[in-house]
Every structure is written in structure tokens, then in C-alpha cells.
T-cell receptor, first 112, second 111 residues
Framework: NAGVTQTPKFQVLKTGQSMTLQCAQD?????MYWYRQDPGMGLRLIYY???????DKGEVPNGYNVSRLNKREFSLRLESAAPSQTSVYFC???????????FGPGTRLTVT | GEDVEQSLFLSVREGDSSVINCTYT??????LYWYKQEPGAGLQLLTY?????DMKQDQRLTVLLNKKDKHLSLRIADTQTGDSAIYFC???????????FGKGTMLLVSP
């Protein structure tokens, strides 16, 4: 079992460029999440998908879109990257209660 | 709204016990969690406690929950240098799988 995998591990973008962060899980989990982590801010939820076919906004959705491609995969897209989106992005997944979330290793994104 | 607060930093000596504290505001929390993050890595679930429990022990880890005061603590016995990391407290609300995280406590263990 690989758990939760994320690609790429590192990325540098110029302002205005677009990119898609990929996430996949092999634990047959229903729910998947995208977070961003910034120094001193902890983890903030961007979007989540409670089940295949549904997506919902989290705390900081502006500037992002998501796609739940199938049960395994949940992608995060930045249409027009801004320096404020420089962050570490984590994907996570979980199943039913007690909702233990399992995290991927993260994508470190720098927007110049 | 929900909020989870943690102290930012804790420094201990190897072999001592560490106690990391967390307070939360939402009384409808059903599960509370402790995660560990090592440098450059993702978050690793250490343990969780159901809100109707007072205590949970798992090897060197003891979680205490005071529901009246909305206070959660994580005690690490015989702290080792490998325990140096950031520890996050998180809560989930009744019926929801989304978690709210604190900002994390950096634990530094010196030899």
C-alpha cells in the first residue's frame, strides 16, 4: 500500500501560469481533502470531496478548482498562479468515523 | 465558530516527559486528534480520542480530555530526540469528516 501519493513534490511557477496538483489514494477511502500549510497558520482546508462525485469549498477556496476524477484521485488546479499561493499543499483521505485522515508527503509550490 | 488553540513552542530534555496542550471552542466536537509532522514530511496521525472518553493511553502517549474546560493534552513519556517535531491538535464535529487544526506546537528535545 502506497497510502496517499502526491505529484509533483516541488514546483516553481511564474505569476499567471497554471498547474494541476495530483493526488491519489489506494485505501478505498470515500473522502479526500486539499490543505495548504503556511508558516504560523497551521493547515487550512481549501476544498474537499466527501464522496465520489461531490466537492465542497473549505476555508480558503479562492483561486483554486478541484476535480474528483474517480474514487482514487482528487486533483487541485491553480488557473492563474499568484505569489500568495506560494505554500506547501497536502492531500489527505479518510473513510467513516472516527475520520482519521491520512496525509500525502506534500507539494512545495513557489510562485514568483 | 470553531477554533483550536495551541502553545507554539515547547523545549524539554531527553528522558523527561513532554506535555502539549490544546484548547478548543466547539462543544459539539466528537473526535479529537493528535498529529505529528517531521521536517519536510506530511502529517502522521498519532492517536485520537472520542469525546465521551477522559483518557487514552497508547505506549508512551497519554491523551487527557477535559470536556468541561474543552482542554486536550498529549503527554509523551521518556521523550527522545526523535520526538522533535511539530504536533497538531485537531477536532471533528458531529457528523462531519472535515477537521479543524490548531497552528501546531514545535517540540524541541535536547540531549
Amino acid at each position: 500500500n502506497a497510502g496517499v501519493t502526491q505529484t509533483p513534490k516541488f514546483q516553481v511557477l511564474k505569476t499567471g501560469q497554471s498547474m494541476t496538483l495530483q493526488c491519489a489514494q489506494d485505501m478505498n477511502h470515500n473522502s479526500m481533502y486539499w490543505y495548504r500549510q503556511d508558516p504560523g497558520m497551521g493547515l487550512r482546508l481549501i476544498y474537499y470531496s466527501a464522496s465520489e462525485g461531490t466537492t465542497d469549498k473549505g476555508e480558503v477556496p479562492n483561486g483554486y478548482n478541484v476535480s474528483r476524477l474517480n474514487k482514487r484521485e482528487f486533483s487541485l488546479r491553480l488557473e492563474s498562479a499568484a505569489p500568495s499561493q506560494t505554500s506547501v499543499y497536502f492531500c489527505a483521505s479518510t473513510n467513516t468515523a472516527p475520520y482519521e485522515q491520512y496525509f500525502g508527503p506534500g507539494t512545495r509550490l513557489t510562485v514568483t | 465558530g470553531e477554533d483550536v488553540e495551541q502553545s507554539l513552542f515547547l523545549s524539554v530534555r531527553e528522558g523527561d516527559s513532554s506535555v502539549i496542550n490544546c484548547t478548543y471552542t466547539d462543544s459539539s466536537s466528537t473526535y479529537l486528534y493528535w498529529y505529528k509532522q517531521e521536517p519536510g514530511a506530511g502529517l502522521q496521525l498519532l492517536t485520537y480520542i472520542f469525546s465521551n472518553m477522559d483518557m487514552k493511553q497508547d505506549q508512551r502517549l497519554t491523551v487527557l480530555l477535559n470536556k468541561k474546560d474543552k482542554h486536550l493534552s498529549l503527554r509523551i513519556a521518556d521523550t527522545q530526540t526523535g520526538d522533535s517535531a511539530i504536533y497538531f491538535c485537531a477536532e471533528s464535529l458531529s457528523g462531519y469528516s472535515t477537521l479543524t487544526f490548531g497552528k501546531g506546537t514545535m517540540l524541541l528535545v535536547s540531549p
